[in-house]
């Protein structure tokens, strides 16, 4: 048995989205910005596709832009108000994700004022510290709402009711929570989303970023003025079709499977801290509903997920972008761990395919291997 529970890392293409995404690369074939019949057929499918992106988010379709994924979207927000503004102070997060955190450093070493808030112990991001931060020449504020290795839900309408009172954008990353719980830009006062194809069972190259008619953007790539002038370049047609019908999907079904998920995941919690000197990290309940992610100590968590690969569990330590690096996780030091704890981590995310079969044989596993490390680990209590 193999069982797969690195869904935030990525997820398999539904097989209803790949069949959807067929006839885009050999039948209808178009560029969409042609005259003809050819193009005006793939211009329907991106124009179909934003209305799909726009309904799931409480947008207007002429806000979303389509991008190749959170990565580019992230970049596009801050990078785009930060060069519209051309100088000024940015506020976001220590424990966002890494393109975040290095946008933000990338926009530091050229000028700009960065204040990264710091997170209680369960990664959460204060509206009040938000507001204490705010200053005169403030450009925009990046929280995102999901965290993508610890999963703590932040109250992302607070935080966008003080960037809304302050007049000041607000940019939350989506990635990991659309589809999963609700999101609605006009409840949550947000100004600018990013979104990625590949979390929510659609393709790979594929991602959107909201902005809110008003918003001031400059954008990164220059061209033949695409995506109404913030991404241009001919569009990847079959990749935000799929996107289109995987967010459709996703976010239809989500009061059945996310549901079944929540069960799932708090019984593996349950088994889980059964283990000796284990914990959970992030907010016991304000938490996306798949995502599990503990620590142990006296195991590095390379060996550990590497065993668990051997045994049949796919999983990882740390997030997927970065768990090559050798670096304890920022997202842990910033909610108090010491280096030698967060070393020690593992993040489990289920997907619609998990059951409770493979629930119970990744837990079980899950024991036998940290039992197995700690036996032959140099490291005693």
Not at 72 to 95: C, D, L, P, Q, W
Not at 329 to 335: D, E, K, T
Request: hydrophobic share 40%.
């Amino acid at each position: 048995m193999m069982v797969y529970l690195d869904h935030s890392a990525t997820t398999p293409v539904d097989p209803r989205v790949l069949q959807f995404m067929e006839p885009y690369f050999s039948e209808k074939y178009g560029n969409a910005s042609s005259l003809h019949s050819f193009g005006t057929e793939a211009r329907k499918a991106v124009e179909e596709a934003r209305e799909k992106v726009a309904k799931v988010i409480g947008a207007k379709p002429e806000e979303v832009a389509f991008t190749s994924g959170g990565t580019e979207s992230n970049n596009t927000a801050i990078k785009g108000a930060a060069f519209a503004a051309r100088k000024g102070h940015i506020i976001t997060s220590s424990v966002e994700h890494k393109c975040v955190m290095e946008t933000c450093n990338w926009l530091q070493d050229r000028g700009f004022k960065v204040t990264f808030l710091p997170v209680d112990r369960y990664g959460a991001v204060s509206a009040g510290d938000v507001k204490a931060a705010m200053r005169k020449d403030t450009i925009i504020v990046s929280v995102m709402h999901g965290n993508n290795e610890i999963g703590t839900i932040n109250d992302i309408k607070a935080i966008g009711k003080v960037c809304r009172d302050a007049g000041v954008p607000f940019h939350t990353d989506v990635v990991q929570s659309v589809t999963k719980v609700p999101v609605d830009v006009e409840r949550m006062n947000i100004d600018m989303l990013s979104i990625s194809s590949h979390k929510i069972y659609g393709p790979k190259g594929a991602g959107a970023l909201y902005v809110r008619n008003g918003t001031k953007l400059e954008p990164l790539m220059h061209g033949g003025g695409h995506e109404r002038g913030l991404r241009s370049g001919t569009e990847n047609v079959a990749g935000i079709a799929g996107f289109g019908e995987a967010i459709r999907l996703a976010d239809a079904e989500r009061s059945t499977v996310m549901p079944r998920l929540e069960g799932l995941r708090d019984k593996m919690i349950k088994d889980v801290l059964k283990i000796e000197d284990s914990w959970l990290n992030g907010h016991p309940k304000m938490r996306l509903p798949h995502n599990a992610h503990f620590c142990f100590r006296r195991i590095e968590g390379e060996a550990l997920v590497m065993r668990l690969d051997m045994e049949g569990v796919a999983a990882s330590t740390g997030s997927a972008c970065s768990s090559k690096k050798l670096e304890p996780s920022h997202v842990l030091l910033a909610i108090g761990l010491k280096p030698e704890e967060a070393h020690g981590s593992l993040r489990l995310t289920l997907g619609k395919q998990n059951d409770a079969g493979q629930v119970k044989f990744a837990t079980e596993t899950i024991c036998k291997v940290v039992a197995g490390l700690r036996a032959m680990s140099p490291f005693k209590r």
